[in-house]
């Protein structure tokens, strides 16, 4: 073999090495990536959807983040996929029901949907000031027409979210959040954003958030239970996870959704959860912390600064 043969066969095979260093950073690199509550103006709602039993779309992973895939949830539309609604103008002080209907690409509602945390649809009532959070598993009737039963709501500006996976169709398996807005008449009262903090309080539990996450780069988040000074260890499951969390950011009210990555083994969850985040933004973002104990849902808020 020639000197410039031998040149030749070794500049291929290194590039081929070079091609696969590159893959492989590539790929580690994707890879990376019914009770109301108690405290004021916060409720969740257990009615399950209308058909409880079918097998758990990806999504139903602990620790998967579905902000990138979902977007923000601020538009009524996505992936021709579209959130309908007649309810504009809902009345203040009194239980309302939010009807609703999701079509598809094909124009056509959607009546097919993948389980996502034990639920089929996943329904999220937040008003502009980030107060009166009500989470709500709605009703579908077999047409594809959606209920929601609110609890009584405050005058002003609300947005209403529904989380989804379509289980047929082009969005089979994608993880969607859509939204709308409604007017509550009446006179309105803003309550400003709780400042920053890293601890809240529910129901006599102490809830501790510890992590800094930045903007749109994944960041572990550690939320630790304690009660009258000591741990929580007798946290139940619920929705599948330990603790459920949502969050929506000042100003916008774009909507994340966060899973603890702690592995469920009974009753007996606590007191330090581990969750994956990834917060899209920079600023404040409200989260609203759902856990249960002795069979009753506990709700904490707290405000949590994004750099």
Not at 216 to 239: C, E, I
């Amino acid at each position: 073999m020639s000197a410039f043969h031998r040149f030749t066969v070794r500049r291929r095979a290194l590039a081929a090495a070079g091609t696969a260093v590159v893959l492989a950073l590539t790929l580690a690199a994707c890879g990376s990536t019914d009770d109301s509550s108690s405290m004021p103006g916060m409720d969740h709602g257990t009615h399950s959807s209308a058909s409880p039993s079918a097998s758990s779309s990806m999504g139903d992973m602990p620790g998967m983040d579905h902000t990138a895939a979902a977007g923000s949830g601020l538009s009524d539309s996505r992936d021709g996929y579209r959130l309908t609604s007649p309810e504009t103008t809902p009345t203040s002080g009194n239980p309302a029901a939010y009807r609703f209907t999701i079509s598809g690409p094909d124009g056509k509602p959607v009546t097919a949907f993948a389980l996502e945390q034990t639920q089929r649809m996943h329904f999220y009532a937040i008003r502009s000031d980030l107060t009166g959070f009500q989470h709500i598993h709605p009703v579908m009737a077999p047409d594809g027409a959606w209920t929601a039963d609110l609890a009584a709501l405050t005058p002003g500006t609300w947005r209403m979210f529904t989380s989804f996976t379509p289980d047929s169709g082009s969005g089979k398996g994608k993880d969607l959040v859509l939204s709308r807005t409604v007017t509550v008449p009446g006179d309105v009262a803003e309550t400003p954003l709780p400042a920053p903090a890293a601890t809240a309080e529910a129901d006599g539990y102490t809830i501790t958030v510890q992590g800094r996450p930045v903007a749109g780069m994944a960041h572990p988040l550690t939320v630790s239970f304690s009660k009258d000074g000591k741990p929580v260890t007798d946290l139940q499951p619920y929705l599948d996870t330990y603790a459920h969390l949502t969050a929506f950011h000042e100003g916008d009210q774009a909507f994340a959704h966060l899973h603890p990555t702690t592995q469920v083994t009974g009753d007996n969850g606590g007191p330090d959860l581990a969750f994956h985040a990834e917060l899209p933004t920079a600023g404040n973002w409200r989260l609203f912390l759902q856990f249960q104990t002795g069979g009753k849902l506990h709700t904490a808020a707290l405000t949590l600064h994004v750099g």
